[in-house]
Each structure stands twice: as C-alpha cells, then as structure tokens.
C-alpha cells in the first residue's frame, strides 16, 4: 500500500511551460516533505524540501505548494528547460532519532520537449 | 570526494544464486540505507542502520541480509535470489543531525537481473 501517492506517472511539457506533480500522504505522522530528482543512470538527489508548518517554499524555478488540512502537496517548475528531464520523486519523513525513515511515491517522469 | 559508490554496476544471476552488493560512501555518515526501485513503486527501504555493527529492517527486508562491519561499507546479500528481486538497488547514507531531516546520498545504483 503506497503511503505517499503521486501522480501523473508521466508529464510532457513544452520548454518553457509549468511542470505540476502533485502528491497526496494519509499519515499526519508525517512531518517533513522533500522531493528529490533522478537523472537516467544515477541516484536519486534532494531537490527541495518543505516543513507542514509552511504553505510554500520557492527555490529558483521550484516552488513547493503544502496543503496541510488537505494532506496534499505538489512540486511546480516554472519555465520548464529540457535539462529539467528526469524523474521526480516527492517523500514524507516519518519517526524520530535514528529511525527517521523516508516514504516514497511511485514517481512522475517528467520531458521537457525543446 | 567519490560520495556514494556501489558495487557492481551491473549483474545478472540466475535463480538460487546467492550474491552480495558493496556500498561504500567517504561522507563518514552514521546512517545508511538500501533501497529498491522498481517500475511505479518509488523506492522501497530493504534494511538500515544507524551505526556501525547495526542492522535494522525496512518495508521490504524478506530475502535479503546486510552487514555493517565498518562504518563506511554496507553491504546487502542475496542469499538464494528468486526473479522477484529484479530490480535496481540503490544505497544511501546521511549523517545525523538535531532535525532528522539531513538529506540523503545516494550512490547510482546496481540494476540486478534475476534469470
């Protein structure tokens, strides 16, 4: 059972328009938001990352909207470039010390057509 | 500063084979993780440890081992490998830190093929 459900699976974009991904968490236990981004090869990295006790975080092109009474947030890029090509994962943080774990969702692939 | 390096890139084995994949990061981080990726499932925690000498489980631990015998290597085993665990393996490590929300390294994988 997926606990942090993301959707679309796939997403095309034309360069220069608005990438969305938004993801949907059951578990108020959860308390730390971060997305990461993976190229075709390589591991997955911590693209930006947001607290529930913030509507929104914007870094650069990225911005992090959180809505914590719907239990929902979503990535959005703003003029999307074709080396935004990867696949995005958004996460939710859980337990406390040591046994702080990442969930993630499935995953949006996202192609930024030139 | 080489970060995450797993070992073998690449594998292909063939079922009841048994197997070990090699992570080692220079980040001298206290935690590090194995995960799995497979095809509109994300990635999935095997097993973890918070220290050198220990091991915990994850979401997915049925079939695997780990052995944290030094602080900078983790290793996953395949005991006998079935085709289920085709998948793409990725290590992470991070250090700790007073918030718990240090992110995490990952190395770039090992895509294992069980025939």
């Known amino acids: 059972q997926q606990q942090v459900k993301q959707s679309p699976q796939s997403l095309i974009v034309q360069k220069g328009g608005i990438s969305i991904i938004n993801c949907a968490y059951e578990?108020?236990?959860?308390?730390?938001f971060p997305w990461y981004q993976q190229f075709p090869g390589k591991g997955p990295a911590l693209l930006i990352a947001?607290?529930?006790?913030?509507s929104e975080k914007k870094e650069g092109r990225f911005t992090i909207s959180f809505n914590k009474s719907a239990k929902q947030f979503s990535l959005h890029i703003m003029d999307s470039q074709p080396g935004d090509s990867a696949t995005y994962f958004c996460a939710a943080t859980i337990g406390g010390g040591s046994a702080r774990q990442l969930t993630f969702g499935s995953g949006t692939q996202l192609t930024v057509l030139p | 500063n080489a970060g995450v390096t797993q070992t073998p890139k690449f594998r292909v084995l063939k079922t009841g084979q048994s197997m070990t994949l090699l992570c080692a990061q220079d980040m001298n981080h206290e935690y590090m993780y194995w995960y799995r990726q497979d095809p509109g499932m994300g990635l999935r925690l095997i097993h973890y440890?918070?220290?050198?000498?220990?091991?915990a489980k994850g979401e997915v631990p049925d079939g695997y081992n780990v052995s944290r015998l030094k602080k900078q290597n983790f290793l996953l085993g395949l005991e006998s490998a079935a085709p289920s665990q085709t998948s793409v393996y990725f290590c992470a490590s991070r250090p700790p830190g007073p918030s718990g929300n240090q992110p995490q390294h990952f190395g770039d994988g090992t895509r294992l093929s069980i025939l």
């Open positions: 578990n108020t236990a959860f308390d730390y």
């Open positions: 947001i607290r529930p006790d913030v």
């Open positions: 440890s918070v220290g050198e000498g220990t091991t």
